[in-house]
């Protein structure tokens, strides 16, 4: 994503401009065609009240986006109003009290390294240019997250504009129940995110990545492994696997294993990665690296080098799951054999969370979670690939207990998200506090699937 520029300003339909203007709060180079009656960059939340109250005025639905790093564009919808939250970025640290206030806006990288001059840390999300907006209310899966629970958790407030154009605050004990909705509702929220009151962590003192790259033919051998010692590995350690069709190293098919670790010590930090070295398959590898020192910043950064690059059209779905191994190995070599161009890929993570999360619409987790990821570059090839991701997905449904938000693909496969329980309550809130439906809900539900 290109950082936006300038102060905002409002753009309305068929004007010059305004369809470079819609686009450009997109990640996905892809163009639905689906375009908004008006678009609203907000500079504050008077300016979020304010279109707010063109949408009660005019009878529209309204879509916010803050960063766009939506890989199914749900912000793109017909029709209505689009308001962006995106130069709602502002950084203020409190190091004595351990707490950041942040706008959605926020780009990870930007508050990773304003922490670091206070040795503080906080999960940011993989990709540099991923905003906290959104990021935040599907949950939050960063760097540290295995260890420091999902970022949603580390949100201690919330400043928000209701439907009605109140602006309120919530947290555990003010507005509790749209505290509760704030944490894993996604783009299903019923209301405009304006600052976020985050818990801050010390910072580990080692930050660093073991890579381990194996030829495609041993994926079999790799993901049984993989899946063998996954509930051991130190929580300090991201396990986790991606299937490309260009590894790094080998310029080839293959499966790249990753190891990202943060801990407090060099010395912990190279016994919470032993696991890879003491592998029986490490003789099937093509090479293994040391562990490599880098800080957050930097890693995420590389990945969008690597992985993530802009520019790009992109398909994507996922599934959280529990089955056996050998029963997801079909599925997954479909994967590896039909894979769009590198620079896509599949993301396997070892994820097993905790047995207790805190009470929160997040609500839903398996074992390990598997991810693809399809792109290309030409509209041309859009045809051959856009349909790739739900194929995928759609093959191994069977095996799954459900997806997450984060990389949804909700309008071409409803799935669960949450746990039944927390939907209907969700339902109940959105009611309460939306009740004229003006904020879009997700594209797609579960039972809304045919």
């Given amino acids: 994503m290109k950082r936006p520029k300038g102060k905002g300003r ?29 678009l609203v960059e907000a500079n504050s939340a008077e ?3 304010w279109a707010l109250l063109q949408a009660r005025e005019k009878g529209w639905q309204v879509s916010i986006v803050s960063g766009g790093h939506s890989w199914a564009q749900n912000h793109l919808r017909e029709g209505g109003l689009l308001l962006s939250m995106a130069r709602i970025n502002q950084i203020e640290i409190d190091p004595q009290a351990g707490v950041a206030k942040v706008g959605p806006g926020c ?21 540099p240019d ?75 003192k080692f930050t660093g990545m073991k890579v381990q790259v194996f030829r495609q033919e041993h994926l079999d051998d790799v993901f049984r492994w993989a899946d063998d010692v996954g509930a051991s590995v130190a929580r300090s350690v991201e396990f986790q696997m991606l299937i490309t069709p260009k590894a790094m190293g080998i310029f080839k098919p293959g499966i790249e294993v990753f190891a990202p670790v943060l801990a407090n010590s060099w010395k912990k930090a190279r016994e919470a990665v032993r696991f890879i070295n003491d592998s029986p398959i490490r003789k099937l590898a093509s090479f293994t690296t040391p562990l490599i020192p880098s800080s957050t910043s930097i890693l995420s950064q590389t990945a969008n080098i690597t992985h993530f690059p802009p520019d790009v059209r992109w398909c994507a779905d996922n599934i959280w799951t529990d089955a056996p191994i050998d029963d997801l190995l079909p599925g997954l070599n479909a994967i590896a054999d039909t894979m769009p161009p590198a620079p896509s890929h ?45 194929e995928r997905m759609s093959a191994m449904q069977d095996h799954a207990v459900g997806i997450q938000l984060a990389d949804e693909n909700l309008g071409k496969r409803p799935s669960r998200f949450m746990k039944d329980e927390n939907l209907m309550r969700l339902d109940s809130l959105r009611a309460k506090y939306d009740p004229s439906g003006m904020f879009r809900p997700w594209m797609g539900r579960p039972d809304q699937a045919n």
């Avoid at 409002?10 to 709060?25: P, Y």
């Avoid at 399809?374 to 349909?387: F, M, Q, S, T």
């Fill in 346 to 390: 599949a993301l396997w993570l070892n994820w097993h969370p905790p047995k207790e999360r805190p009470d929160m619409a997040f609500s839903l987790e398996a074992n390990r979670y598997l991810a693809v990821y399809g792109e290309w570059k030409h509209a041309a090839d859009d045809h051959k690939y856009e349909n790739w991701a739900t």
């Fill in 10 to 38: 409002i753009w309305r339909r068929g004007e010059q401009g305004f369809d470079k203007a819609v686009l450009g709060t997109s990640f996905n180079a892809r163009d639905s065609g689906a375009r908004p009656d008006m």
């Fill in 107 to 127: 780009w990870g990288l930007d508050l990773d390294r304003a922490l670091k001059k206070h040795k503080l840390f906080f999960p940011i999300a993989h990709a």
């Fill in 130 to 204: 991923v905003a906290l907006g959104g990021f935040l209310l599907q949950g939050g899966f960063g760097w540290g997250s295995r260890a420091l629970g999902i970022a949603a958790q580390s949100v201690i407030g919330i400043d928000l504009v209701l439907a009605d154009g109140s602006l309120i605050h919530a947290s555990e004990t003010e507005n509790s129940d749209i505290f509760w909705a704030a944490r894993g509702s996604g783009p299903g929220f019923f209301a405009v995110v304006q600052r976020y009151h985050l818990r801050l962590h010390p910072r580990p």
């Fill in 47 to 49: 300016d979020a009240q």
